[in-house]
């Protein structure tokens, strides 16, 4: 899969993923109105309508771009029936021909990670039948348990031809509050991306491993470090835009090949009609603001990565 | 609803928990058979399967202790399906007077966070309604991304009195990876320990607070530190049983007024049947083997708290 999505990050030229975490506020009226009219003000009514929502994006950047990242906290809010619109999305993405990233941060003791990733990464096993029950194509875990909660993930990935970005600094401001504390003089993040690295080079594709890392797009004096530390490793970068993060900040984390980093951006996309650059589209063409705020985004970055050469 | 634990814990004389973690390789031949038949070999049926089992073993069980804590891996496998057995589950539990530790491991960045927390303890706003999505009554989380993952999940727990355990030392075999790491001479527990006592400080009960910790049976030095470290913080045990831990090891996670830790066990009651000491009871009367084995462990840890009295 690693392969693969680096195929299609050369093929788009845009080391991009949207991040379809929709929040209700982002839904505009008409779709709003038109599920909770349907549904009712209920989970399912709101579930309903985040997935409309999506569709709409979704119809609207395909071709742009290599992947998406659906933040399943967005969805699980509304329960059994937002788990659903979450399966959704996955499953039109992957007819629209898109890599699915499920932002999932799951981590837990062995056999409870195993369940985890049988079921967004593998099958889960019912009868005699083996099932997909999510399906996505990478998922992100949280690596606080160690090894043995990151190496039932690691197994579906090799049997199934998936990949793992591992937290290593997250993008949060107050991230470094444990990554960054320093043992024998060294971060915490560091021995963490250490332990991917050692992880990923058992687990290769043609030139990067399918076990990747999550450093944030607002922290680029870590993104220079890790990726001197980690060169085969593929580095998801959340935090741009609405973050903070910038294309500027993140040449850094791309090797010289012009690879080895994929950029995340959320609200920045799906919620770009209601910044003041895009406020001319308006609600009824939110998707349209979000395809000319995916086409800005490519520039920014190819921009930044020519300059840097 | 720290006190109501407290207070169940008193009345049960059971500071036990017990783990709703259902596989499919648990459920008894005449239950899954029935579920199969009547959804097939879907997710669904499998869902149904796990939700029958976890009934039966409510039925049995629910008057002895005082408080369940489904793991959400073991439902979430099952896809939307499985979703909706834990939600299920949830909902039985309190018709039966259960406190409900949902064991999710989630935490991500605030906005993120915010929504698992409105999910899982909160209330969802779908337009003019708050709707409870979960609606478990502690939730355990994950604390690698720092105090900002942290706090909507301590908002929620203050305005809809609710609580949390974080993990600060897991049960699992490869836990010492990063969390013992040694800080200035001290392991990254204890730091996250001290944290998560500050937090608790501010978000007090009448005398434990509703943000509690993590600790694993399977580390019982650990134990002892970190119940000195964080007086006023109820611990929840996880590993006893099937990952190791016994009741003479676990004294030391409680205060001198037999209070201040609540220990799981999973596997060692759902599946006590499969167990040599209970396969007299055999599949059919599964929960009456649950039962006995509830017995078993409140007469285990009542045993070593009154011998180190």
Sequence with gaps: MINQLVEKIKKTGAPIVAGLDPMLSYVPEHILKKSLQEFGETLEGAADAIWQFNKGIIDCIYDLIPAVKPQIAMYEQFGAEGVRAFQKTVDYCHEKGLIVIGDI??????????????????????????????GEDFATVNPYLG???????????????????????????????????????????????????????????????????????????????????????????????????????????????????????????????????????????????ARQAVLAMIADIDGALQAAK
């Design 105 to 134: 941060k799951r981590g837990d003791i062995g056999s409870t990670s195993a369940a985890y990733a049988a079921g967004h990464l593998g099958k889960t096993v019912v009868g005699g039948s083996r099932i997909s029950a999510f």
């Design 147 to 289: 090894t043995d909660g990151i190496q039932p993930f690691i197994d579906v990935c090799r049997e199934e031809n998936k990949g793992l970005f591992i937290l290593v600094k997250t993008s949060n401001p107050s991230s470094g509050e444990f990554q960054d504390r320093e043992i024998d003089g060294r971060p915490l993040y560091e021995y963490v991306g250490e332990k991917v690295a050692e992880w990923g080079a058992q687990h290769m594709g043609d030139t990067y491993s399918y076990i990747g890392a999550v450093v944030g797009a607002t922290y680029p004096q870590v993104g220079k470090i890790m990726r001197r530390a980690m060169p085969n490793t593929y580095i998801l970068v959340p935090g741009y835009g609405a973050q903070g993060g910038k294309g500027a900040d993140l040449v850094h984390y791309f090797n010289e090949d012009g690879l080895g980093a994929i950029v995340n951006s959320s609200r920045g996309i799906i919620a770009a009609y209601k910044q003041e650059a895009y406020a001319q589209f308006g609600p009824l063409h939110y998707a349209d603001a």
